[in-house]
């Protein structure tokens, strides 16, 4: 690393100062990045305020790349046009690289091949900055250094025979064309902030000088008062412990609220190393200290801008915008999953959502039922005319059926990727992206940056060739995950800094946590494709113990004097049940640990909390049904109020109806549907035990195959896109083994007719009408009645005896009938597993099933007439107590009555639930 002595030094006040005489804006300072060129034009302003000027002109004060690509822009048009190569932007040269990653001989072999290219865009990069790769020949070469050289000769080649540049060769370029080049040129350029200069920049900086321009440095304050230890420790520093990161992160989030409230004009930073891996806790944390600021907000505020910033940016897909804009990409291409068309229907960013919103989330309700868990637009546009969605939702039933038809035009073939840009920004022209609202600051902010990317995308002809549309999708996803992005906020009192944001910078109040013995200094991070040796002798930054070492007592030198108040804290432990315990770095021994007295902030729903006022009512009650009222639900009234008298009350009173789960094929309900509709046919025809004896199997099996065929056809009404194809004959089969299985159990019975099969049969119960479908009745020869409900599951008789039903629904069919009936059973319809499960009057009424008084059920009830009595007892009790109004949240058997209810959101209990279930865990 060259140092930066060479050049002629100068104060900050000489530099404003020659700033400000400068109206020719001849004189330029160069920074290390962005946010210390923000820093330092904010003090140049700052300066010129204090000088009670009402106008200057703006300092030119730019990182140093931007300085540079700047010049490559100014060359273009000079007279020499024609000789500069193409800039390739970082997009471009990653394609590039992965292009020949990818047809090298080791390509096949990788894993990852954007993961690699992105590692040896890096070696690329810290190769020509530290002047190394000419000396690559002159160490021992590792196989991925020899195959790394083999990758830059051949990206050197093809740079040079199509006349192409990159970033990291610019600074050489503009070096050699700095003198020759007819443009217009800084006399003075000054270079702030910077520790050190890679040989790189020196090399030009001095080609800059002899070219006849005046190079000069200057430090930041911090990093001046770090050369001298006199003046450390004249401030305020302290070493703090803490529990784990998140108390860290918590106590600094306090104490930058307890420094701004005091002083709304402080300056505070918080430096958090490993920032993009704990990123959204930071945010998440400060969000909560400083959210009761809430409170003074107007009702009417859409946004709120907390006084805090966090220079790492999130990635820009992760906003809801872009996801969206992905979402309808994946649809409209190769399918997605139902979960996110769900998110398409219910979104603001398409034409029509404010219009249709209602009636989009109703639509989205009614899919969710009959949908599959993956869907295409052309089977989700089936799905929509099924449910007569171009009715409800007449603007996005249009949007995708043009979609479809520009589907069928434009996305097949391969393609530029200018021109699968151009397909992109018409698919989402079309859905009328990004919506009808207003976009708040954030949202046009993103909006604008996706276009930056998309154009970037659409630039990358120059080196990529022909792609799909799914391909031109998936590689523009991940551009998208790897652009990191930051809306542009008002100015705040509160800095979140990484590491590296922190060189140079100054505060009033600074906090530098994470500083424990395993975190720093930090472990050194070589690039696998240069030589470990060349790297050391170079003395490239965090490329070895030594310069990581180096690197870190820098840095942690200049953050003991870049404010009036320094914390440094580390976390005690990684986590809060982790037994190893962690100790301070000891570049940090030296500072005496102390304790930090700060106030106790609530969080804003905290805060709510705390102002509440309790009123107790107890309202369980609903209004009682005055005379006899047909509730829809058939069986089902009685099975819930037994089970929970809220949930029969939400589902059955108040219509509540939870949101269905998509799923492949058929679920067991759908499935048990199919074989109640197939027996029911097959006993149409036959109607006796006789005509089941006498017919042959050939017919017999024709006759299944019919009814199961009927069946299928009959479900696909209610699920166009299930059942077709080898899936439909699969399960006509599935279903005809299935009821050809349960008609030879039937066949080991006496004589019967069936009577009745899925008859539906209103009844009263109290006040209660209700309409009930009978699966099915047989009479035998001397006209007693057998009630029969079939189920494909296994099945207990407890379910129908005690004081509380579990199924209710032949003890009701029972109790609302015939005096004849001297059965009920369930028909349990399970390959292997076909049995009747019940209770009967009499023995031999059906096979395995004794008389109840030889039963080992008779110490319950020690006659036929008894059970019949206690079941109408029941029956009328369980009524009346939802005639009455009774809807108290009170499981039967909790939690099991709670893990599959789909109304947990209106009685919460299953929060209580998950709670108890939580601390279960944390105690184990």
């Known amino acids: 690393m060259f140092s930066t002595l060479e050049f002629t030094k100068i104060s900050l006040d000489g530099v404003f100062k020659r700033l400000a005489l400068d109206s020719q804006n001849s004189t330029v300072v160069v920074t290390p990045n962005q946010r210390l060129s923000l820093v330092l034009k904010r003090k140049f302003n700052d300066a010129q305020r204090a000088r009670a000027l009402t106008s200057w002109n703006s300092a030119n004060i730019s990182p140093f790349h931007v300085f540079i690509e ?26 590039l690289w992965e292009n020949i990653i990818r047809h090298s001989d080791v390509g096949v072999s990788l894993l990852s091949i954007s993961e690699t290219a992105q590692i040896v865009c890096e070696a690329w990069q810290i190769g020509h900055a530290w002047q190394l790769i000419d000396q690559l020949e002159e160490f021992y070469l590792s196989d991925d250094s020899k195959t790394f050289q083999d990758w830059a000769e051949r990206y050197k080649r093809i740079t040079r025979n199509n006349r192409q540049i990159d970033n990291a060769r610019l600074y050489d370029l503009i070096g050699s064309l700095w003198e020759a080049i007819e443009i217009k040129k800084p006399s003075c350029l000054i270079c702030y902030g910077f520790d050190a200069l890679t040989p790189q920049q020196q090399t030009l900086l001095i080609k800059i000088r002899i070219a006849g321009c005046e190079v000069m440095w200057t430090e930041s304050q911090s990093q001046s008062q770090s050369q001298s230890q006199s003046k450390l420790y004249k401030n305020d520093i302290r070493r703090i412990s803490c529990i784990d990161s998140r108390d860290e992160i918590h106590l600094a989030a306090a104490w930058a609220r307890t420094r701004a409230e005091a002083n709304s004009a402080a300056k505070i930073g918080i430096v958090v190393p490993e920032l993009t891996k704990h990123r959204s806790v930071v945010m998440r944390i400060f969000r909560s200290i400083m959210e009761t600021n809430y409170s003074n907000m107007p009702v009417d505020t859409v946004e709120h801008t907390f006084p805090f910033n966090v220079s790492l940016g999130a990635t820009l897909i992760s906003y809801p915008l872009i996801k969206i804009a992905f979402l309808i990409f994946e649809l409209i291409g190769k399918g997605t999953n139902f979960e996110n068309a769900s998110c398409l229907l219910r979104s603001p960013f398409l034409a029509g959502s404010e219009s249709e919103i209602m009636n989009r989330a109703l639509l989205d309700a009614q899919l969710r ?77 993103v909006l604008n940056k996706w276009h930056v990317v998309v154009a970037n995308f659409a630039a990358l002809d120059l080196v990529m060739s022909n792609v799909t549309y799914n391909e031109g999708v998936s590689y523009l996803r991940r551009i998208a995950i790897e ?27 600074l906090w530098v946590m994470g500083l424990s013995d395993e975190l720093w200094p930090p472990r050194p991070r070589p690039n696998p494709f240069l030589p470990i040796e060349l790297q050391r002798i170079a003395k490239i930054p965090w490329r070895s113990v030594t310069e990581s070492l180096e690197f870190a007592l820098r840095l942690t030198n200049e953050w003991l004097v870049s404010g009036k108040e320094v914390i440094l804290s580390y976390p005690s432990y990684n986590n809060r049940n982790e037994e190893r315990k962690l100790t301070p770095s000891p570049l940090i021994l030296k500072i005496t640990e102390s304790a930090l007295t700060l106030p106790i902030y609530t969080d804003y729903s905290e805060l709510i909390y705390s102002l509440r006022r309790f ?79 006498m017919i042959s199997h050939v017919d017999l099996e ?45 066949r080991k019975r006496k004589d019967f007719k069936v009577i009745a099969s899925e008859d539906k049969h209103c009844i009263t119960l109290d006040r209660l009408l209700l309409t009930l479908r009978l699966d099915r009745v047989d009479q035998l020869i001397d006209g007693r009645k057998i009630i029969i409900d079939y189920k494909t599951g296994l099945l207990s008789i407890s379910s129908i005896l005690g004081d509380c039903l579990d199924e209710p629904q032949l003890p009701l069919y029972l109790v609302t009938t015939d005096s004849d009936v001297v059965a009920v059973a369930f028909a349990q319809i399970k390959i292997g597993k076909m049995r009747f499960i019940g209770l009967a009057r009499d023995d031999d009424l059906l096979p395995d099933i004794q008389a109840l008084s030889e039963s080992r059920w008779h110490d319950l009830h020690s006659s036929w007439e008894e059970l019949v009595a206690a079941w109408r007892t029941n029956l009328f009790r369980i009524a009346e107590n939802f005639s009455d109004g009774n809807a108290q949240v009170a499981p039967n058997k909790y939690p099991q009555t709670c893990r599959n209810c789909n109304i947990k959101p209106l009685c919460r209990i299953h929060e209580r639930f998950n709670s108890a279930l939580v601390e279960q865990e944390d105690h184990e």
């Open 70 to 95: 700047r010049a490559y822009e100014t060359a273009s048009y000079s007279p020499q046009e024609m000789k500069l190569p193409i800039l390739l932007s970082p997009t471009q040269e990653r394609a």
């Open 369 to 445: 039922k009959i949908a599959e868990p993956f869907i295409t637009i052309e089977s989700l546009l089936v799905l929509i005319n099924h449910k007569r969605g171009e009715e409800s939702c007449p603007i996005l039933a249009q949007q995708l059926f043009i979609l479809s038809e520009f589907k069928k035009e434009n996305l097949f073939g391969k393609k530029l990727p200018s021109d699968v840009a151009r397909i992109i920004f018409e698919i989402l022209r079309i859905i009328g992206f990004p919506g009808e609202r207003i976009l708040n600051s954030t949202e046009y902010q």
């Open 483 to 509: 652009t990191l992005f930051q809306p542009r906020t008002p100015d705040v009192p509160i800095q979140i800094l990484g590491i590296l944001e922190s060189a140079g910078m100054e505060f009033d109040h």
């Open 615 to 693: 009123e107790y009512k107890e309202d369980y009650k609903a209004p009682m049904l005055s005379q006899v009222t047909e509730i829809r639900g058939g069986a089902a009234v009685i099975k819930d109020q037994m089970a929970c008298p809220f949930r029969a009350m939400a589902l059955h009173r108040l219509g509540a109806k939870g949101l269905e789960t998509s799923h492949t094929g058929l679920n067991a309900m759908e499935r048990g549907v199919l074989i109640h509709r197939v027996l029911a046919d097959v006993w149409k025809q036959l109607q006796t035990k006789e005509a089941l004896d």
């Open 702 to 746: 024709e006759i299944v195959l019919r009814a199961a065929k009927e069946s299928i056809t009959f479900i696909r009404s209610d699920r166009p896109a299930t059942l077709l194809g080898y899936f439909a004959e699969i399960e006509q089969q599935r279903l005809a083994r299935l009821t050809i299985e349960w008609l030879s159990t039937e």
